[in-house]
């Protein structure tokens, strides 16, 4: 359970969150004392008058209620304190001044006693005065079975959502309140849910509930049917999660639990799936949990969603849990354009809503993927820089051998200063270097020769030090073609150095690093400016080792070694782990030219 929290007085965190709606959205106001917040009218609305739709609850389960107020969804949110219903008068001021009255009013609920009675008498206050006042109490979970739930019914949890986005879609097109008011019925009807979670969550400014009680979700077990308060679902399983959703799709689904067959859905239904986060699920888990439902619908049910909707709608503070739902969608006999999947795809300016793709998105069953081959003919065209294909590659070998020969020294430095990484990643790279280059033809065309070894070491060296090398080695090739004349050329020291240099300065677009920084660059750049100006690869080699030893002295300004601590510890004695790694290659290649 967790039990810290940013905003620790739960008045003031109410307070202050449904304030920010109206920073958030400005068509929104907030009435403070009474915590509503409503659509603020408008030239529109007050010409055009529309059903008003009131929702709300305790505070908890933001978004809901009053991040779904909007244009095109509810017209005010009243909230409670948390995980309670507001009172009675709070609601009465919300219908009576906060919202239109001439087209009637629904007050529309969670099926909760304290809601349905407080919400439920505001509205009879509000018919006695004379408006036209509908109330009406969601209840779409099955968790809790018929025999346990007994007279409390079904609960409202996440798929109530639906509801209020389709009715609220069909007051904004105009319908009429009993129009409304049915359709609420109807949606409620054929929808399902149920919520799993793996811990109570703890209400701020609450006493954190003793480590042994029944408040703590055991670490390997789920509770199945967990409602958005806390409340406990039918059962604790101890269940991954295919087979945890297994068992919530059969409770929403199997005709043979009675206690459950709230709505008979079946795979020649048009359904829409909804997966909501009860608050602290992340992002990453919430995306596997959708396939893996999507997957289960599919092959165990033959049930495919004309929508799947997944975000966070009505939460349980930062729950660490979801709910699932699904709608059968039926026909609303309302007319053209208000389908329940029509008013579900309208669009609505709330906050809280979230399923950005539009009914032409859905509707084109676009599976098109895009497979364009990389036109590769224009990179791999062969140069006019000539080479000795089999002395490259033994000069190279050399090179190579050497790296992959300091790999133990290379871990040792690189788990000292860094993540312990680098010397198998250099090494794992030159030893697939040499593998492809043990194959195939040997190009006797520089370009093409290092064609060969790029892709190799984009597939197999990873990081940032892979990353390096491969942007390195791209634009060695370009470097070489700048050196490419139109006339054929046997390639020199002098020729190889120009290229590299060309190859570093389209490298530092997107490094930083200079030598001094204690990085690969600090063998890299001597040992190619060393070239560029005497055309002497022993020579070059050798202030590159120079470079490396250097780098023992120097404190980290880039890269991973950065963070590591316990300086004194090493300082003067270990060098970069890259440099070292990379001066041992061109060591090995300068002794083998
Ligand atoms: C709501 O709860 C009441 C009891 O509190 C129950 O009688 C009713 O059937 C429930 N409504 C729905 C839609 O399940
Ligand atoms: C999908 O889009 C591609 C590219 O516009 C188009 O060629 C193809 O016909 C489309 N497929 C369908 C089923 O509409
Ligand atoms: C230079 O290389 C290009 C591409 O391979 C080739 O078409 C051209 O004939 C070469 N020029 C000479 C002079 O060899």
Sequence with gaps: MQTKHFINDPTHLVQTSLASLT???????????????????????????????????????????????????????????????????????????????????????????????????AAEKAKAAGIDT???????????????GGKVGRRGIGGSILVLKIICALAEAGGSLKEVYNLAKQVADNLVSVGSSMEHVHVPGREIPAADSEEMVPN???????GIHNEPGSRRVTATLPELVKIMLAQMLDPNDKDRHFAHITKDDKVVLLINNLGGVSNLEMGGIVAEVYKQLKEDWGITPVRAISGTFITSLNGM???????????????????MLELLDAPAEALGWSAPINTETWNAKNDSTMEHEADSSRD???????????????VLKAGLDKMIAAEPEVTRFDTIVGDGDCGTGLKRGAEEVLTALSSGELPSDAVSFVNKIVPVVEHHMDGTSGALFSIYLNALVHGLREQDSGSTK????????????????????????????????????????????????????????EGAEKTKTMKASLGRAVYVGGESEWMGKIPDPGAWGLSEMLVGLADAS
């Design 134 to 148: 509908e109330f009406y109490a969601i209840g779409d979970d099955v968790g809790v079975g018929r025999e346990k």
């Design 321 to 339: 849990g979801f709910s699932a739902s699904i709608l059968k969608l039926e026909d609303t006999g309302l007319g053209p354009g208000k389908s």
């Design 380 to 394: 791999l065209k062969a140069s006019n820089l000539s080479i000795d294909p089999k002395r490259t590659l033994s």
């Design 490 to 545: 046997q390639m020199d020291a002098k020729t190889w150095a120009a290229a590299l240099k060309s190859a570093l300065t389209a490298l530092g677009k997107y490094t930083p690093a200079v030598p001094g920084d204690r990085t690969v660059m600090d063998a890299l750049v001597p040992f190619v400016d060393t070239l560029a100006s005497t055309g002497d690869v022993k020579k070059a080699a050798q202030v590159a080792r």
């Design 220 to 226: 390997d077990e789920i509770e199945v049917g967990m």
């Design 23 to 121: 920073l958030t959205n400005p068509s929104l106001a907030f009435d403070s004392l009474n915590k509503v917040i409503y659509r603020r009218p408008t030239k529109e609305s007050q010409e055009n008058p529309k059903v008003s739709i009131i929702t709300g609850g305790g505070s908890g389960h933001e978004p809901a209620f009053a991040a779904f107020c909007g244009k095109g969804f509810v017209t005010a949110g009243v909230a409670g304190t948390i995980f309670a219903s507001p009172n009675t008068l709070q609601v009465q001021r919300a219908i009576m001044s906060r919202v239109e009255t001439r087209k009637g009013v629904l007050v529309i609920t969670f099926n909760y006693t304290g809601d349905v009675l407080n919400f439920g008498l």
